[in-house]
């Protein structure tokens, strides 16, 4: 056994393949740059549930189910129970996200993805005092998502980019938060339990919580100049490089470049992806120098974090937004183990005292 069962097989799955040597990520017979630029969340979530929700509306009538989805969690949840202002924005669509009954079946299903659209936007406008904006069922996730945000129609190319960011993130082989959600619905549970397993796993900084201090880390770097003696302390403190390092990918995480392409597209600040690169270039050659060992390349939340911070979302809500598109991810995971219908109950090897009596 190896620890954090690094070697393990645990589920067999149609879903996602990461391939770590080549740097491949393959969803559903798609390769990531087939779909990341070129899909919307509706078409990635029909994507990933096909054969999985027999009844999920296709096509256009996804976008409608789903907007209603969203107008009934706003009307049930946001505007009729007391908001956990002081909580974190993940926190608070964790509690809100709990407030949905358990279960399975396409009604379910259809809340959860629709779940953090609704609420990271409405936990971030309510924590500053203002009010939530009520969804345009009419409008397509992203930019609805976008629209409640701000409270003013984005545009076509901010869209866009959120869309590519969804399909980025929304599978990614038996990452921990997927881990956890296929645990929780192997005990058949319910999709709402499952999907709060996977917002618990997905929170944690050495997963989906790495892109809020990437901000920061390039807030106190503030110029190229500074980025190597700032990177190095950091370094010599012990720190972990946030944006670095993958477990499964020994090469550079395709899922970067794309982010980093939609990053180019939507015009974002020159200077501050200027900076960014600079960080990039010399935290890759510091790793080199010293861990040779190791092959620690850029990871996505190095460029999740320019990216959702362009689209105005706060650091501080990013795994929000990652949880948005990867709930497609953990209900897809979710409906593949209850249909394998096996209980996932590993063994551990006990290396405590033995009681007396036993001796
Ligand atoms: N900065 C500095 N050193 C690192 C980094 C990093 N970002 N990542 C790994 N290392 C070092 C470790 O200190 C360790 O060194 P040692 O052998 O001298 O003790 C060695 O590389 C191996 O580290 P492990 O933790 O065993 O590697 P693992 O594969 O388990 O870690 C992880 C993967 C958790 C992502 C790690 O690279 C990390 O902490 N990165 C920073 C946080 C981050 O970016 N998280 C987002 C990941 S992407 C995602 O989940 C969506």
């Given at each position: 056994m190896s620890d954090g069962l690094e070697d393990v097989v645990a589920a067999h799955t149609v879903l996602s393949e990461v391939d770590g040597a080549a740097g491949r990520l393959v969803i559903r017979g798609h390769s990531l740059d087939e779909l990341a630029g070129h899909t919307s969340f509706e078409e990635m979530a029909a994507l990933m549930l096909d054969g999985f929700v027999p009844d999920l509306p296709r096509q256009?009538?996804?976008?409608?189910?789903?907007?209603?989805?969203?107008?009934?969690?706003?009307?049930?949840?946001?505007?009729?129970?007391?908001?956990?202002?002081?909580?974190?924005?993940?926190?608070?669509?964790?509690?809100?996200?709990?407030?949905?009954?358990?279960?399975?079946?396409?009604?379910?299903?259809?809340?959860?993805?629709?779940?953090?659209?609704v609420f990271t936007p409405a936990a971030l406008r309510l924590r500053r005092g203002l009010a939530p904006v009520p969804p345009d069922p009419s409008l397509p996730q992203a930019a609805d998502t976008l629209r409640m945000l701000t409270g003013?129609?984005?545009?076509?190319?901010?869209?866009?980019?959120?869309?590519t960011y969804l399909v980025t993130v929304a599978d990614h082989g038996l990452n921990a938060s997927t881990f956890a959600a296929r645990v929780v619905a192997s005990t058949r549970a319910g999709l709402v339990s499952a999907v709060l397993a996977g917002i618990g796993a997905l929170q944690g900084p050495l997963h989906g919580g790495a892109p809020g201090p990437v901000i920061e880390m390039l807030d106190a770097?503030?110029?190229?100049?500074?980025?190597?003696?700032?990177?190095?302390?950091?370094?010599?403190?012990?720190?972990?490089?946030?944006?670095?390092?993958?477990?499964?990918?020994?090469?550079?995480?395709?899922?970067?470049?794309?982010?980093?392409?939609?990053?180019?597209?939507?015009?974002?600040?020159?200077?501050?992806?200027?900076?960014?690169?600079?960080?990039?270039?010399?935290?890759?050659?510091?790793?080199?120098?010293?861990?040779?060992?190791?092959?620690?390349?850029?990871?996505?939340?190095?460029?999740?974090?320019?990216?959702?911070?362009?689209?105005?979302?706060?650091?501080?809500?990013?795994?929000?937004?990652?949880?948005?598109?990867?709930?497609?991810?953990?209900?897809?995971?979710?409906?593949?183990?209850?249909?394998?219908?096996k209980l996932i109950r590993p063994q551990s090897v006990y290396v405590g005292p033995q009681s007396r009596q036993a001796a």
């Open positions: 256009k009538q996804l976008q409608v189910a789903l907007g209603e989805a969203r107008k009934e969690l706003f009307e049930t949840i946001v505007k009729r129970e007391a908001a956990p202002v002081t909580l974190s924005p993940v926190e608070m669509v964790r509690a809100m996200t709990a407030l949905i009954p358990d279960g399975e079946g396409t009604r379910v299903v259809l809340k959860l993805l629709a779940a953090p659209a003013a129609a984005p545009t076509t190319q901010q869209a866009a980019a959120l869309d770097i503030g110029t190229p100049e500074n980025a190597r003696a700032w990177l190095e302390a950091a370094l010599d403190r012990g720190d972990r490089l946030m944006g670095f390092g993958h477990r499964i990918y020994r090469v550079r995480d395709p899922r970067a470049d794309a982010l980093k392409g939609a990053l180019r597209r939507l015009g974002a600040d020159a200077g501050r992806l200027g900076l960014a690169e600079a960080v990039e270039q010399a935290a890759l050659a510091i790793l080199r120098e010293r861990k040779p060992n190791r092959t620690l390349e850029t990871n996505v939340e190095f460029y999740t974090a320019l990216l959702l911070e362009a689209l105005g979302f706060t650091p501080d809500s990013f795994t929000c937004v990652f949880a948005l598109g990867r709930t497609t991810g953990w209900l897809a995971h979710a409906q593949e183990q209850i249909a394998g219908g």
